[in-house]
């Protein structure tokens, strides 16, 4: 079975600073693996997804993600926070042939001024 | 542009009533999904489809119902027997999942109790 675990759900930067928000994943088989963000009250939107290839993922709005299969993990990170940043990010894992997207509980990042 | 429309974005529902959340996409999609989203618990799947006319329960879908007659849309109906039904409540849709793409998602309906 798969699964995915977000380590903390509370994260919170100085605006400028390193965003790294944790994903560990475990698949049976090779995982695909996505981060999705949501701002309050709205869907979830897609910003970055490793299939295969290059394990080092560039997403939108400066996000990029690095598939690492012997720590199983695949954390989010930005060298440099905007106050737009806050929002709640979302780790996802699914495989191929199945139907089933599994998604973490969610890292709701704070960005201070 | 194309997409997935979710109505209402509020909806109120009263005790022993039905209620249904429309969800409607414009992208061709084959694969929906029904989410509900409760703080701190991620996203929990409710039904899923492949295909029209064809649905299958996810890991919540005991006071929930659901109908795909068209491609474009899957309503999701809340049903008395659900007791809990206060969440936010996600719909998503998806090219075939053998492509490995990602699912897109509607702006979501918030659903509470009177």
């Known amino acids: 079975a798969q699964s995915v675990t977000q380590l903390g759900s509370h994260v919170s930067v100085s605006e400028g600073a390193l965003v790294l928000l944790r994903c560990n994943y475990s698949s049976s088989v090779p995982p695909y693996l996505f981060w999705y963000v949501q701002y309050p009250n709205q869907g979830l939107q897609l910003l970055l997804k490793y299939t295969t290839g290059a394990t080092l993922v560039k997403g939108i709005n400066g996000f990029e993600a690095e598939f690492k299969k012997s720590e199983t993990s695949f954390h989010l990170t930005k060298p440099s926070a905007h106050m737009s940043d806050a929002a709640e990010y979302f780790c996802a894992v699914s495989k191929t042939g199945g139907f089933k997207t599994i998604f973490g509980a969610g890292t709701r990042l704070f960005v201070k001024a | 542009d194309g997409g997935i429309t979710q109505s209402p974005k509020y909806l109120f529902r009263k005790e022993g009533q039905n209620v249904t959340l429309s969800c409607e996409q414009n992208?061709?999609?084959?694969?929906m999904y029904w989410y509900r989203q409760d703080p701190g618990q991620g996203l929990r799947l409710i039904y899923y489809?492949?295909?029209?006319?064809?649905?299958q329960k996810g890991d919540i879908a005991e006071g929930y119902s659901v109908s795909r007659e068209k491609k474009e849309s899957f309503p999701l109906t809340v049903t008395s027997a659900q007791k809990n039904p206060t969440a936010f409540y996600l719909c998503a849709s998806q090219e075939p999942q053998i492509n490995n793409q990602p699912q897109h998602f509607g702006d979501g309906t918030r659903l509470s109790i009177l």
């Open positions: 489809s492949q295909i029209v006319n064809d649905f």
């Open positions: 992208l061709n999609h084959d694969a």
